[in-house]
């Protein structure tokens, strides 16, 4: 049963660039959930979706991030005009269809962007 | 006051030993609490999830949950150095994100 997959793994932008980052959820997974995690920071939470939904997006920047959680396929978060502070890494969690309070979420290994 | 606070240590402890990890927390709202394990570069991997007060315990893992004081913890006995890795408390309350802390650096000693 094969876990989170998030992809690329790694990527480098030069500023000014955009970033779409890719995460297949856990099979069986409906809810999404993005989280960004800086050098000695926590994991702050950016976005839940559920297919073709957005539920709760109050952890993203007003501007130059979106994501999106297609009928079919992975979900993205896209990041317009990258600039060196949008350095990070971005996890991908998914959890079973009854949302994000009062259930387990899975993380997938992650995508480290670096931007220059 | 931040919703959860972790010391980020490092914390180091001969192999062996018992380690505990604490958390604290404003929140009077959280009911779902969980431990993380995050080797280097890798993602967070979920080690127990509890729902309110009391203690579960997985193998070598027992979490505690001490709503009353708005405090939790997490034991490791009979420590391994591949213990060695940050340990990440996360809560929320129903139908709400999950919030976490910055993360315990641990480091099992050989």
């Known amino acids: 049963n094969a876990g989170v997959m998030q992809n690329p793994r790694h990527l480098v932008r030069r500023r000014g660039q955009e970033a779409r980052l890719r995460c297949s959820p856990m099979k069986g997974h409906s809810h999404v959930y993005w989280y960004r995690q800086l050098p000695e920071e926590g994991l702050k939470f950016m976005v839940y979706?559920?297919?073709?939904?957005?539920?709760?997006e109050s952890g993203m920047p007003k501007e130059r991030f979106s994501a999106e959680f297609p009928k079919e396929g992975p979900s993205i978060l896209r990041i317009q005009q990258v600039v060196r502070g949008d350095s990070a890494a971005y996890f991908c969690a998914s959890s079973p269809s009854t949302g994000p309070g009062g259930n387990e979420q899975y993380f997938g290994p992650g995508t480290r962007l670096t931007v220059t | 006051q931040k919703e959860v606070e972790q010391d980020p240590g490092p914390l180091s402890v001969p192999e062996g030993a018992i380690v505990s990890l604490n958390c604290t927390y404003s929140n009077s709202a959280f009911q779902y609490f969980m431990w993380y394990r995050q080797y280097s570069r890798k993602g967070p991997e979920l080690l127990m999830y509890?729902?309110?007060?009391g203690n579960k315990e997985d193998g070598r893992f027992t979490a505690q949950v001490d709503k009353s004081s708005k405090y939790i913890s997490l034991f490791i006995r009979d420590s391994q150095p591949s213990d060695s890795a940050t340990y990440l408390c996360?809560?929320?309350?129903?139908?709400?994100?999950?919030?976490f802390g910055k993360g315990t650096r641990l480091h099992i000693l050989p």
């Open positions: 509890t729902y309110s007060s």
């Open positions: 996360a809560m929320s309350a129903k139908d709400d994100k999950i919030i």
């Open positions: 979706l559920q297919k073709e939904n957005i539920i709760d």
